[in-house]
């Protein structure tokens, strides 16, 4: 349906969430951080 990337799907997903997890880690050590726009996320896989 071309609404995500073609390529490996696990590589994909691993790097999408690590992306996340690197958020979550940066606001629970940085308390200004603002929370990002979840489109800029999910834009990863698009």
Avoid: N, S, Y
Avoid at 3 to 30: L, P, Y
Wanted: glycine share 6%; net charge negative.
């Amino acid at each position: 349906m071309g609404v995500f990337h073609k390529g490996d799907a696990d590589t994909m997903a691993r790097c999408f969430w690590c992306a996340v997890q690197g958020i979550m880690e940066q606001m629970a050590a940085d308390d200004r951080m603002k929370t990002p726009d979840p489109e800029w996320i999910v834009a990863i896989l698009k």
